[in-house]
């Protein structure tokens, strides 16, 4: 048999019910005997159990296996010879190996065999494990066989066991054709070499685990070193973030505080640039002290109002005229002087360009408007042109007015029916009179007649109408000598001056006075009596009640260069003048005398200027176009505006009534004053009276017509105040527990339910002494209880919500008092642990949403904590406010978010609690060391009254209220924009730009 077509050594025939587990072991152990480490079996052995696929046909298949194999072992035994199969397998050997009866191997599992030498075959008679029928005559010589009959406990059949390994190593030796004790060596030393294999193995095993383990420590020390070092990253991006947030916010810190002291500085140079800055220092970093500081701008600056210059000019402005109603500003540009630009100030913080028009001379020398602001006359050297401007946005041109020579100066009447203009003479001409002045008739402008025309005027370069239409001014600041240059110091013929014209008589205009050292800008009194007339940076006031007898004043220097224009006040209480000094300045002209009230900073070189119709406001040009509108006074300041006098002991209460116009002070001497405030600077006793004890507390009711008080001894008494006579005494209620022990007591009416009465007290030194009631008073002669609380906390004041419904008790505890007979409790106490209330004083805004109390750790600092009112039953405190000795009273203002904390130290403190976190005190006012034992708000806003003292004291607030209302509204409604793009790199580099104001404000 050829390699190529062996595919077994050896091939196992066996009977499977007694033979099967030898068999296994048999083909186990010729697999493992001598076999090579690197080979899976020693041997290849045929079974059938372990060898043969799933077929159709097992007879051929067995059949294949016998011829692919090069050794046939037969297990005989008497079942195995009896078998139909094995027969059947030997016949297919024999068939197929019948010149090779050598590789037909035994192994004797039970029966006998005998081998008859002398016949040379088996002994059929006595052997009974082999199939004679297949056997008999093949057999040449004694074939081999080995004894397995012994072998059947598993112990036995194992190749560790020395029978069976003896008897498998002949069957092995004769398969492998080597001699056993060769194979048996082999197989010594195959197991040697196994064993040293697998030792090898087990110690490469070892060694591969080893380093596998220190490869896997180390990844995983290095993992960990990773995760470490990815920690430390973390941890470090964390710390960078946090330095980089820190830097942040210190940026944004340091940046706000420097726009904000930057703001302060400037705040009189350039209040525009300073409300820009304490708007972004606001937005940058919104803290108390920016707040504050836009505040304290706004109430203090005059600034009221402008717009920046244009950024596209050609040139610089270098004449420039407001209308009479001071909405249209006519410009001229230096370098285009033949354009006139009309420009919308109605509001100067939102000018707008409206359109231009080109006069018909090279340069436009001068302009002025009709009384309505409809017309507009250009003069220049081709004399003077009307323009029809009621569309502001297309002038159109009416009519041209021919005089002598170049038109320079024009000026409308104070009704607008009269026009003059003068026209200098050539230049450098000595002794040159040819100067001109015209009057024409423009009652219609668009045929314009001229009245008179005057020659031989020197002072020819302007002209102004006085208000009363009789006289006019002309003025010149040409000066002239002799033809011919004789000294080093000529000689001047001809000087600077202004003369008055009478014009009674508009066809002949007469020239009355000559005023020397005058030239430039000029202005009449409203009243026509005095005329302001400029030299330089010089102002100079004259009588000119008679023209003819003009004579001079005052004289003043408020400039320190050229004065371009001068306007009087429509009262002419207020000079005011403009310069190339980049000021305005304002003054009082009073007696004669010329006061210099204050000076307005400009961004350029002033040219124009215009009063308001009231006379409130001025709102000057520069020659950057830049408008600007000035208040003539500073914002009010709040101020004492009545002092009520007419207790003799200390002041306890002051309150208004609905109208504001009542006010009623008690007094610890029992005295009560209902106060008319017709006149509120002298408001006078409307009633005064005295009960038993010192009266603690008052309050008018909503309707105005009952006035309710409590005494010290805790007695509640209501009068009737609708009469103009004494008041009449309708209801007297006495405490259940009456002491003369000293107390705080309150009383007020609902601003809801205007026939609610409110009061509280006891004694301040009983444990759980205080009291509180709630009446319906709509009889007032018997008070119906509604609501009653005993054994409260403490005995200070109580407050009531607006709409009526929530009652804070001394303590303090709310309360829910919708259905006052039942009364539930919301809030048990307001303050903490680690605040005890001394103090206790509680005030609710005018929403309702917050509510003041003041409460303190000791008797001389208190603080008053606001608390978020939106959920009732769980208030939740927002900020306290610190700064005040021993608080007396709180109280909010009606209208905006002003909170008053009136403190012993005589001080009563006005706090800007509009936004709570950003709360900040705004002012302090006091007029008496004495402490302040009340304090309320009138009912518009406008005025707070105190007691202290013996006396009470009515404030007016001025615009304190309107500016805390909203200071970043107000502020853009003035400046019209915040920074732009480049202005913010300048001012806030670093930071993202952000709009101070919405667009349109």
Known sequence: MSEADRRYDAFISYSTSPDAPLAIAVQRALHHLA??????????????????????????????????????ILLASPESAASPWVQHEVEVWRDCHQDRPTTFLIAVTAGEIHWDRAAGGFDWGRTTALPAEQLRGWFQGEPLWVDLSWARDEDQLSLRHPRFRDAVGSLAAAVHGRPKDELDGEDIRQHRRATWLRRAAAAILVMATAVAFQQREEAVGQRQTAERQRQTAVEQRHVADEQRRVADQQRVLATGRALQAEAETLRNTQPQTSL?????????????????????????????????????????EVKAAFSRDRRTLATVEEGSGDTVTLWDVSDPAQRSRLGTLRDPSESVEGLDFGSDGRILATVGSHGTTLWDIGNRARPRQLASLTGKGTTSGVAFSADGHLLATVGQPPVNVAHSDDGALALWDVQDPARPRRLSMHTGVYDSSTVIFSPDGHSLATSTDRM???????????????????????????TRPQPMRRLDHVRGAMSFSPDSHVLATAYDQTLILWDVTRPGEARQLSVATGHSDRINAMRFSPDGSTLATVS??????????????????????????????????????????????????????????????????????????????????????????????????????????RAKWTVNYPVADAAISLSGRLLAAISNDGTIRIWDISGHGDPRLWKTMTSSTPTTSPGQYSILFSRRFGETLVAAGGDLWADQGGWAGVWNVDDPANPRLLSGFTRTS??????????????????????????????????????????????????????????????????????????????????????????????????FHPRVGLLAIAGADGTT???????????????????????????????????MATASGEVATVWALGELPSVVADPVGMACKLVGQGF????????????PYQRLCPAGA
């Open 35 to 72: 076999r090579p480490w690197y080979r899976m079996r020693a041997l290849r052995v045929f079974r059938d159990q372990t060898s043969l696929a799933a077929g159709p046909d097992l007879r051929l298949s067995i059949a294949e296996a016998i011829k692919s194999s090069e050794h046939f």
């Open 794 to 891: 403490t005995t200070e004041p109580v407050a009531l919500s607006p709409d009526g419904r929530i009652l804070a008790l001394p303590g303090p505890s709310l309360w829910d008092i919708g259905h006052p007979a039942k009364p539930v409790e919301l809030a048990p106490r307001l303050a903490d642990a680690d605040h005890y209330s001394i103090a206790g004083e509680v005030a609710f805004s005018r929403d309702g949403k917050t509510l003041a109390t003041a409460d303190s750790d000791t008797l001389d600092n208190d603080a008053v904590a606001l608390w978020d009112m939106s959920s009732p039953a769980h208030p939740r405190e927002l900020i306290r406010l610190n700064g005040t000795r021993r608080v007396n009273r709180v109280a």
């Open 580 to 685: 190339d000094d980049h000021s305005a300045v304002l003054w009082r002209p009073t007696d004669g005398k010329l006061e210099k009230s204050v000076s307005l900073p400009g961004q350029d070189d002033l040219l124009a200027l215009a009063f308001s119709e009231d006379g409130r406001t001025v709102v000057t040009a520069d020659a950057s176009d830049a408008v600007t509108r000035w208040r003539l006074k500073a914002p009010a300041q709040p101020h004492v505006l009545a002092t009520l006098k007419g207790h003799n002991g200390k002041a306890m209460a002051a309150a208004f009534g609905p109208d504001g116009r009542d006010v009623v002070t008690t007094a610890y001497d029992g005295t009560i004053i209902l106060w008319d405030r017709a006149d509120t600077a002298d408001p006078h006793q």
């Open 480 to 506: 002239e000598g002799p033809s011919e240059p004789i000294t080093a110091h000529p000689i001047l013929t001809h000087i600077p001056g202004t003369t008055l014209w009478d014009i009674s008589d508009r």
């Open 980 to 991: 732009s793009h480049q202005e913010w790199q300048h001012y806030a580099p670093g930071l």
């Open 909 to 943: 403190r006005l706090w800007d609690v509009a936004d709570p976190k950003l709360s900040v005190p705004v002012t302090a006012l006091q007029t008496d060391p004495s402490a302040v034992n009340s304090v309320s708000f009138s009912p518009d806003g406008q005025l």
């Open 276 to 316: 820009r800055m304490s708007l972004a220092a606001l937005r940058v970093n919104p803290t108390p002290e920016a707040r504050k500081g836009l505040i304290s701008t706004l109430m203090q600056t005059r600034f009221a109002g402008g717009s920046d210059g244009s950024g596209d000019r050609p040139g610089t």
